[in-house]
Each structure stands twice: as C-alpha cells, then as structure tokens.
C-alpha cells in the first residue's frame, strides 16, 4: 500500500503544478503552525496539500510507517476548487483515490474521469 500512496501523491503534486497551483514560496511559519482544519484559516487548499499533506504523508511512506485509516480530503477539495472544471477534476480525481485507498470510502460529488 505504501507504493500506491507514493504514486497517487507523486499524481496529486503532477496535477496541482499542470493546474499552476503549486507555489514557489512556502507559506509563513505562522500559517503553517494552524491549527484549523487543512489550515483552512490561513491558507489555500493548494498550499496545505504541496507543503503540509504531501510532504507528511510522503515521510510516512518513506518511513514504512503506519498510514491513516480514515482520511476524507475529497470533499473539501471539491469546495476550494469549484468551480470543478475537467482539468480540476483530475485533481480531485486522485484526491478521491487517495482517500479511498486509506479508508476504503470515497466521498465525492463530482463526476469521475
């Protein structure tokens, strides 16, 4: 399971960059420290998922360690990135697998492709 996680975060950063949402600058030391849920509070989706989720799921799964059981990023992802367009939604696409391959549901409005 630790590959197919690797390959659907390696997906998810490929589209977040196709979509021109990856940042070159990471946010401040004071927004990464929220304690909001996705740091909804001080940041965009896109910059929890490329500097927050990504890199911590990432350790996880270099590390072989155990990986979350419950995990629902999906629906939120359909909210910051709506309107859902079909390039939007190959994001939320992968997103969908992610959470469906951790928890074994898929919590998603948008059509699938």
């Given amino acids: 399971m630790h590959q197919q996680v690797a390959v659907l975060l390696s997906q998810i950063e490929i589209e977040l960059k ?10 401040s030391a004071e927004a990464l420290a929220s304690q909001a849920p996705f740091c909804c ?3 965009p989706l ?5 500097f927050i989720f990504i890199p911590r799921m ?7 360690l ?4 419950s995990i629902a990023v999906c ?4 909210e910051a990135f ?4 079909e390039e939007k939604l190959k994001l939320i696409n992968r997103i969908a697998d992610l959470d469906q391959l951790l928890s ?10």
Avoid: F, H, N, Y
């Fill in 58 to 64: 990432g350790a996880l799964v270099e590390g072989r």
């Fill in 104 to 113: 074994g549901k898929r919590i998603q409005q948008s059509a699938r492709c």
């Fill in 18 to 27: 196709k979509l021109q949402l990856w940042s070159a600058l990471p946010p």
């Fill in 82 to 85: 709506a309107p859902v367009t």
């Fill in 75 to 78: 629906p939120i992802a359909e």
């Fill in 41 to 43: 509070d001080t940041m």
């Fill in 46 to 50: 896109q910059q929890w998922l490329q």
């Fill in 66 to 69: 155990p990986l979350p059981a």
